[in-house]
């Protein structure tokens, strides 16, 4: 596996590799990359089967600028998950975020179709373009930016098969992404995501492109919670991690929104998670309305 941080999400790193250590039954490997001036933090934090690895190792690949509109820290994660391989330490390596959190046990065998294929997370999202909050916000962009992905690498489908992320990259599909069409146009990983800033896609469009490997879809391996409202919608209907771990290894509730209310565990219970996002007035007028309840119930 493959972990890209630094010291802004510490938090989130260290419940990550905790939870990795608790139910990594299989012993795999998780390779931690981080900023030179983070590794003595990130080294307090680090269980068994964890190596902790410099981002200076990447350092002809990385950009102190924009890309794309995008920060450079940004860019430059998806930039390190695109170039690990040429580091030569894995063959296939799973790809986690450091606000993921392993729920139950996974094995090798949750991850490959063979000792030398990978599954492959290869899905169209729909449910996403059906909520408008994710349309309005992210759909629209998305779906436009991963097409010229398609049609830049060639691929001719009216079915556009990708994931968000948090799925296995093959070395040997990444190795022929750089040979076969990154160098024959003088590019680097910059100037893909330049184009389009969606590593993950590049991934899945040149992985359907050269059919180096055989493609073994499934669904992802993670929940991932990509806005409040799809959070606060499995709490109402009661859904427990429990449940969650019935269908999936491990749940993101994405930091790209939930970080103004701090580290939120997919184990807590649903009154801790709410506290999490409404306001102390919010809190106090529900504390006030369950009190007229109970009064009316009383008189009744």
């Not at 590049?202 to 959070?231: A, C, G, T």
Request: aromatic share 12%; charged share 25%.
């Amino acid at each position: 596996m493959l972990l890209k941080s630094y010291s802004g999400d510490i938090e989130y790193a260290t419940r990550l590799v905790e939870s990795f250590a608790r139910f990594n039954a299989d012993g795999i490997e998780l390779f931690v990359v981080v900023p030179e001036a983070d590794i003595a933090q990130f080294e307090g934090i680090l269980q068994p089967n964890c190596t902790l690895i410099s981002e200076d190792r990447f350092s002809q690949y990385l950009v102190s600028h924009e890309v794309h509109g995008i920060r450079s820290g940004y860019i430059n994660q998806e930039i390190v998950k695109l170039a690990f391989w040429e580091l030569e330490l894995a063959e296939n390596y799973f790809c986690v975020d450091s606000d993921a959190e392993f729920i139950r046990e996974f094995r090798v065998t949750d991850f490959m179709f063979d000792q030398h294929t990978p599954y492959s997370v290869l899905v169209q999202d729909l449910e996403l373009a059906v909520e408008p909050e994710y349309f309005h916000q992210y759909w629209k962009t998305r779906e436009r930016e991963i097409a010229v992905i398609a049609e830049t690498v060639g691929l001719d489908t009216r079915v556009v098969l990708t994931c968000h992320g948090h799925t296995v990259f093959s070395s040997a599909v990444l190795k022929s992404f750089v040979s076969d069409f990154l160098d024959p146009r003088g590019w680097s990983y910059v100037d893909a995501l330049e184009l389009s800033p969606y590593e993950f896609t590049w991934y899945n469009m040149w992985l359907q492109k050269s059919n180096l490997i055989d493609i073994h879809p499934r669904e992802p391996w993670i929940k991932v919670f990509h806005n409040e409202s799809q959070h606060l919608e499995y709490l109402m209907r009661g859904v427990t991690v429990t449940d969650i771990a019935r269908g999936y290894i491990g749940v993101v509730v994405n930091s790209n929104y939930s970080r103004g209310a701090g580290v939120i565990d997919a184990g807590s219970t649903k009154s801790v998670t709410l506290a999490h996002y409404l306001s102390g007035n919010e809190i106090k007028q529900i504390v006030q309305a369950k009190i007229r309840q109970s009064w009316a119930r009383r008189k009744n």
